[in-house]
């Protein structure tokens, strides 16, 4: 079975150059992987931002749709992930594009080995400032007052959230988020691993940095990096999983 993981690829966000070029390149990579992908796995905050009205839908994304919709149509599996970014995905992705979307933490088996798969921003212990505005964005009272508001005002007003929080270093933490949020996972791994013995792969996104950590003979952790600068991604081929960088060069 062939898989493939990505994550944060942050399609849509204006304040990096090249965003219409960003998502051809996403584009030309899952036409690149069409012929032998069985699964796709996308692993959170795919989207810089989406809020799906009841009747109306925001601009932009169509190439991307429409690929992810020619590849669930010829039978490859998309699983998309919500992040952080892109929470307020309710039926329209689902139903017009033939995606399962998870919220939360997926275990599955692929080939024999088992799989742990996150986006990884509520995980472990969160910082509390972070937990209250988690928990404030996914409260239904305070979207269904948000979707009251116009377009017009509140994807401004997201996109300068996002601006501000991911602008810096190229949408890269900074040494102590990173290290904070990188043992954070690790403590949740190796907590997991130890009531759950038999997961080989703990897979995650949110952190923007590429991880390939061994946490026991028969365990890694793997964080998938991002796709605005560097267009990593991991491959389980059916015996191994690798971690890649994707090159038009080779296509």
Not at 29 to 36: G, R
Not at 165 to 184: F, H, I, Q, V
Request: with cysteine.
């Amino acid at each position: 079975m062939k898989a493939y993981f990505l994550s944060d690829l942050h399609l849509g966000a204006p304040y990096f150059e090249d965003s219409r070029e960003r998502e051809l390149r996403v584009v030309r990579f899952l036409d690149s992987i069409a012929h032998d992908a069985d699964v796709i796995y996308l692993l959170g905050d795919i989207l810089d931002y989406w809020y799906e009205y009841r009747y109306v839908v925001p601009r932009g994304f169509v190439r991307f749709f429409g690929k992810l919709a020619e590849l669930t149509d010829s039978g490859v599996r998309v699983v998309w992930f919500i992040g952080n970014h892109d929470i307020w995905i309710y039926d329209y992705l689902p139903s017009e594009l033939g995606v399962e979307v998870v919220d939360g933490v997926l275990v599955e088996k692929i080939d024999g080995r088992k799989f742990l798969m996150t986006h990884g921003d509520g995980i472990g212990r969160l910082v509390p400032s972070f937990r209250i505005l988690r928990k404030l964005f996914r409260s239904r009272i305070c979207q269904k007052a948000y979707s009251m508001i116009h377009p017009r005002w509140t994807v401004p007003f997201a996109y300068n959230w996002s601006r501000h929080s991911r602008l810096a270093a190229n949408g890269l933490p900074t040494p102590k988020e990173a290290d904070r949020m990188m043992n954070n996972i690790l403590d949740f791994s190796n907590d997991y691993l130890r009531q759950h013995p038999d997961t080989n792969y703990f897979i995650y996104g949110h952190l923007h940095l590429l991880r390939d950590i061994r946490l026991a003979p028969q365990a890694r952790m793997i964080v998938l990096g991002e796709w605005l600068s560097s267009f990593s991604y991991a491959v389980w081929d059916g015996n191994e999983l690798s971690l890649l960088f994707f090159s038009e060069e080779k296509i």
